[in-house]
């Protein structure tokens, strides 16, 4: 303290000195005597803060921790405050929507700005299981989002079925199960057709459908696999699955009857010559 009011008295006295020989009509020495103060202000904050450095590099030092402290305290919550303005700005989903995560597909209920609320979804039927999902902001950021409301009326839908009889020959009924596919999907085959060709307009894509279809292929130990793929009514779907598979065991069990009675009649045929 003693320190600064020498160096104010300082200034002071050399304004003065400086102002009594400016007021002779010699010369105009204003500029000086501005340009003395600015000079002796400077020299006076330099050594103030020569002076107190110490001080405020003390100070800093406890904001700092201060504030990597609260960072650290609240990361999540500033993490879920990031992830609410880039679901906002981004905007890929909103309140209504069909989406899957990692771990969760649901239906969007709510957004805030720490979690999104989701309505759970069985990803097999997509019917709702009842349990609500409260997914954090922070989390979005880092795992992918997939958009899934196309799907909320309309959905490509699969289902296999695998049988070890590896004798029976299963294109012997793809003609009847592609025709019950049809006759299940007639009453909603014109929407169905419509809402396929606006899905691909509006992603830029082809995409399988609204014709059934009918794919045999083989398991790892060599079982006879059968996919059915229809485009169907979300809300239908496994209705519909049920049924054909209830067709499909069906005709499998009439050709297997068909086939071992022809196996007797060439066994018998063959006993007889």
Not at 36 to 55: G, H, P, R
Not at 127 to 148: A, D, K
């Amino acid at each position: 303290m003693f320190y600064s009011s020498f160096l104010r008295g300082l200034a002071k006295t050399a304004s003065l000195v400086l102002s009594k020989k400016s007021s002779k009509p010699v010369a105009d020495k204003r500029y000086l005597i501005n340009n003395t103060k600015n000079v002796i202000n400077a020299i006076l904050f330099i050594s103030l803060f020569a002076l107190w450095s110490a001080e405020l590099q003390r100070f800093a030092l406890s904001i700092a921790a201060f504030i990597v402290a609260i960072v650290l305290a609240t990361k999540e919550i500033i993490q879920c405050v990031v992830g609410f303005i880039y679901i906002s700005s981004t905007n890929p989903f909103r309140v209504g929507d069909w989406i899957q995560t990692k771990d969760f597909t649901g239906e969007v209920t709510a957004t805030d700005w720490a979690k999104v609320t989701l309505l759970e979804l069985d990803p097999k039927d997509h019917s709702y299981t009842g349990r609500s999902v409260f997914v954090p902001n922070s989390q979005l950021i880092m795992l992918p989002i997939i958009n899934l409301n196309y799907m909320r009326r309309y959905v490509n839908h699969s289902f296999s079925i695998v049988r070890e009889d590896t004798n029976f020959n299963p294109f012997i009924i793809r003609d009847v199960m592609i025709e019950k596919a049809n006759q299940y999907c007639a009453d909603f085959s014109d929407v169905a057709e419509r809402y396929n060709t606006l899905i691909e307009t509006r992603l830029d894509i082809k995409i399988s459908g609204p014709q059934p279809a009918f794919i045999v292929s083989t398991t790892d130990i060599g079982k006879i696999k059968i996919t059915m793929s229809l485009f169907c009514p979300t809300k239908q779907s496994k209705k519909i699955e049920q049924r054909l598979v209830e067709d499909l065991l069906t005709l499998w069990s009439i050709e297997q009857k068909k086939h071992k009675q022809l196996e007797d009649t060439s066994k018998n045929e063959v006993l007889d010559a």
